[in-house]
RNA sequence: GGGCGAUUAGCUCAGUGGUAGAGCGCUUCGUUCACAUCGAAGAUGUCAGCGGUUCAAAUCCGUUAUCGCCCA
């Protein structure tokens, strides 16, 4: 049956799915040929996710590897699953919800768990599909899921993750490296929870910046004096008031302070003296005091800070240091508490922890609300504005003229200085300087939610933590000692400054959808860790207990991946054979979220690595370099490329973009590249298959004995390439071993091997060279296996009698043993040879299509028993008529010269004698500046001393050479001179 | 502000000390039976600038410029 004459992707992807499939080719263990394992866990998509590009790039990688050490013999795990993803599942279910106008809460927590799991049942498996059709070859039989085995869940999720989460969050209780208290935490108020620091995102925003007067209390008064860089005096007045700059007014409600830098010299006369917060009801105003910290920049603002520790991570830490209280302003939402006492009587406690009579525990703080009552239940931003109009109804906004350019846009322009046009009106003077609120225009970074795009508000709630400082020494040891590498080597250096710097980690969510927190409280507000219930109540001796409603964060249960999915705490064969894991595949993104937690908690839990190599890789970009975005509608969908394309030429692309370090831009001009590349590969085979190449044909490990030299030459090519690649592989360098690949295949076996073997199917080594190229183009296919398997199975299924799976095909081990210098060297010349015949022909205009009788005017030992072995291969290639030996190039000729020898192409009257002497003129200065540098080098005696003999000789030898060939460049134009 | 990285052909990128490569694009020619998703031939570089180390620097060191990414 005669093969198509392209691959069908199409067709051939599915149905090569379904073998796999129906073979179970990837079940852990398959192909096992020997004891060593290798396995890898997937970096696990969200269940709310579908397959985007950064996907198709990681797995991509993964599946090499998979693939490589599959074909190796490897005893071979890729792990497959899915996380859980807490707030973007609960969200993509609640807006569900919001389709028949129902919320969440009108469920109870059961009932809309179930309703997750329901969704989770019908459209969860989304991911598993898309990567089955990028050839993904993990073993789906043991797909895992972070929220397996949790209470409530159906049937078909019976696995035992929640088992392992809930005993890792007991055992890290027990031994004290996770505690629950009051924190700043970053809070969303979108989703109403808690988030850790990496879910938040920094953003440049327009914002603004106030000044505001705080008057000093009972009326006191000081000289403010302000002097420039040169210390002169710029300002110097009485003040009865400190000036305050914020970008966030409706904060004041709540502060405990005023701070200044210790050698700020402007304040140092009211330093402990207390100030007034100029809002709210005049006769309840709070006095705070003015207190020195670090923190303040007297060159920023007016150097004095108002310290809100309940909203804000800087002044927190000012508070914390100096005990000042801290008052939350505001709900779950963001809006202003509308809670507790009314507001007069909690500005009077605050005022008497202000002058020193009493002091607040955490809680009484907290439950104090000093919201003034016609404020309280507004939004944040309409308090904002409701307190700047109050505090400049007041007369205690800062002013300034309506020109100061720190208004921005607000500002009234001066009027041009020259030239004023017909609209460049003068603007009054009593308009410029007209008194305004100084409200500076200012760029301020601005925090929101990674999902929710909300503003994030940092505050002061209760909350879990694990105590990242004492779980991080190991993490940190594992890397400094080389037990585990991270690549490329600068993903070190980040590992290190982030775990050399950790922060507490916020691991409680206010949410329903995750790992509900195995903690129970008895009435006393006690805390009793147990894994059940049960277990509390034991604990607790008949007191009535309340579970804690909160779940813990997604990456706390995927820090637990590499033991988790294999069994963990059940000490399975799996984990036994497994684990640690060879290495992770991830994006760069996550080496904080997941990589370093995995590596802590691993640590802590099982006191083992998971996993001894780490690579890292950026962000799949677009052509030009820019993120893809919906937005900037540059997103690339690897379904739609591998419709297009077939997914084979998408994870070359990938392979081929692979670089350590690299920066990934796809191209679809690159993929449309490689997807011809299968089209060669493709072509190569089928036209072995129309020459009977794959006739009687079965798998071989080793190469057919050749005689033909052009035989010896491209098993030894194999060879070489094969080392290439595994070098390549071995150290991740997916770029490398695609290129050799690439190179290899289509540079020598298509442009080069299938050219030669045309004229050897007719003659006396037909056999041996049909045995040599099905041979070499099984060595494709295995090799091109794990980068293209689509393509390959499909081949290796059309050719030649298969006992296996090509993606179970022995990979090779052959090396140097192959490697035939002699055969390499001669086909070396003949190509030469070859190209130097065809580039004159090209560049003199001699028609393709003309065979040319072809003289040689001297020629060499070697040179003759080369060219008398590939005769045939010549004179097909460079098209030659016939040869004939001269002593003189007959007028006319072009000259073609090779290493030891000299050819004439005699075409009196055909060619333009000026042109050749041209080309023959540029090859020759070619040579000669080559020449020189050598030489150059040569001649100085330091380097002959001091470079290594090999370097020494190789430019000695390639001296010869040069000469040679100048010398009969020289002879050829020489000759062509005395014939004109 | 702190940390990490990049700058090489028109474009996208390889290149860890021995005198610079690939793919795409471009130019010319060509449908002889594997392939026009092809073949043959060709042009193309102050390796960002400056200084240093070295017999030798795209490569190592310092510095400047520009551009990214992460963290404040």
Sequence with gaps: MAM?????????????????????????????????????????????????????????????????????????????????????????????????????????????????????????????????????????????????????????????????????????????????????????????????????????????????????????????????????????????????????????????????????????????????????????????????????????????????????????????????????????????????????????????????????????????????????????????????????????????????????????????????????????????????????????????????????????????????????????????????????????????????????????????????????????????????????QDMALGKRLTRDPDVLDTWFSSGLWPIGTLGWPEQTDELQKYFPTSVLVTGQDILFFWVARMMMMQLAVVDQIPFHHVYLHGLVRDAKGKKMSKSLGNVVDPLEIIDEYGADALRFTNAAMASLGGVLKLDTQRIAGYRNFTTKLWNACRFAEMNGVWEGHATQSAPPAAQATVNRWIIAETARVRETVDAALAEYRFNDAAQALYAFVWGKVCDWYVEFAKPLFDGEDAAETRATMAWVLDQCMVLLHPMMPFITEELWGLTGQRDKLCAHADWPEYGAELVDAEAMREMRWVIGLIEGVRSARAQLRVPVGLKLNMVQLDLDMQGRAALSRNMALVTKLARIASLEEVGSLPKGSITVTVEGGTFGLPLEGVIDIAAERDRLEKTCAKAEKELGGIEGRLRNPKFVASAPDEVVDEARARVLVLTEEMARLRAAITQLDSVA
């Design 4 to 536: 198509d004459k392209n691959f069908d992707a199409t067709t051939a992807e599915a149905r090569i799915v379904a073998l796999w499939d129906r073979e179970g080719a990837f079940a852990a263990g398959a192909n096992k040929r020997r004891d060593d394992a290798f396995s890898i866990m997937i970096p696990p998509p969200n269940v709310t996710g579908s397959l985007h590009m950064g996907h198709a790039f990681n797995n991509t990688l993964q599946d090499i590897l998979v693939r490589w050490h599959r074909m190796r013999g490897f005893d071979t795990l890729w792990q497959p699953g899915q996380d859980h993803a807490g707030i973007a599942t609960q969200m993509v279910v609640e807006r569900e919800l919001a389709k028949e106008g129902k919320k969440r809460t009108d469920f109870t927590r059961e009932a809309f768990l179930a309703k997750v799991w329901e969704w989770k049942a019908q459209s969860g498996g989304t991911i598993i599909g898309q990567l089955q059709r990028l050839g993904c070859s993990l073993d789906w039989s043991r797909n895992a899921f972070t929220m397996s085995g949790a209470p409530g869940a159906p049937s078909g999720e019976e696995g035992n993750f929640h088992d392992a989460v809930i005993k890792v969050f007991v055992d890290m209780y027990n031994k004290g490296l996770i505690y629950r208290g009051k924190r700043l935490v970053n809070w969303d108020p979108h989703f109403e929870t808690a988030i850790s620091d990496l879910e938040v995102e920094n953003i440049e925003t327009d914002g603004h910046m106030w000044h505001f007067k705080y008057p000093l209390a009972g009326g006191a008064t000081y000289r403010y004096i302000e002097k420039d860089k040169e210390g002169a005096v710029i300002v110097d007045e009485m003040r009865d008031y400190i000036s305050i700059a914020t970008t966030r007014p409706e904060t004041m409600l709540g502060d405990g302070a005023v701070a200044v830098h210790p050698s700020d010299e402007r304040y140092a006369p009211i330093v402990g003296k207390l100030c007034e917060i100029p809002v709210g009801p005049k006769e309840h105003r709070r006095l705070i005091p003015i207190i020195t910290d670090e923190y303040p920049d007297p060159l920023f603002g007016s150097g004095a800070v108002k310290i809100t520790g309940a909203h804000d991570a800087n002044d927190y830490g000012v508070a914390k240091r100096s005990g000042i209280p801290m008052y939350r302003l505001m709900d779950t939402r963001a809006q202003m508490r509308a809670d507790g006492a009314a507001y007069a009587e909690a500005a009077a406690i605050a005022g008497a922890v202000a002058r020193g009579e009493r002091t607040l525990s955490e809680a009484e703080a907290d439950a104090l609300n000093l919201v003034p009552d016609h404020l309280r239940g507004l939004d944040r931003y309409a308090a904002r504005k409701a307190v700047i109009d109050e505090i400049t109804a007041e007369g205690l906004a800062v002013m300034t003229v309506a020109s100061d350019p720190r208004l921005g846009a607000a500002a009234v322009k001066p009027a041009p200085a020259t030239a004023p046009g017909p609209l460049g009106q003068e603007v009054p003077d009593q308009v410029r300087d007209a008194p305004v609120p100084l409200v500076e225009e200012k760029k301020i970074m601005q925090p929101f939610g990674d999902r929710s795009k909300v503003v994030i508000e940092p505050m002061l709630t209760d909350q879990w933590f694990v105590d990242a400082e004492k779980v991080v020494g190991p993490a940190l040891d594992a890397v400094r000692s080389g037990r585990v590498k991270i690549m490329p080597e600068s993903g070190e250096k980040t590992y290190y400054h982030w775990l050399e710097n950790i922060e507490p980690w916020c691991i409680s969510r206010q949410l329903w959808w995750g790992h509900q927190i195995p903690v129970w409280y008895d009435e006393d507000g006690k805390m009793y860790c147990a894994p059940t219930e049960t277990e509390a």
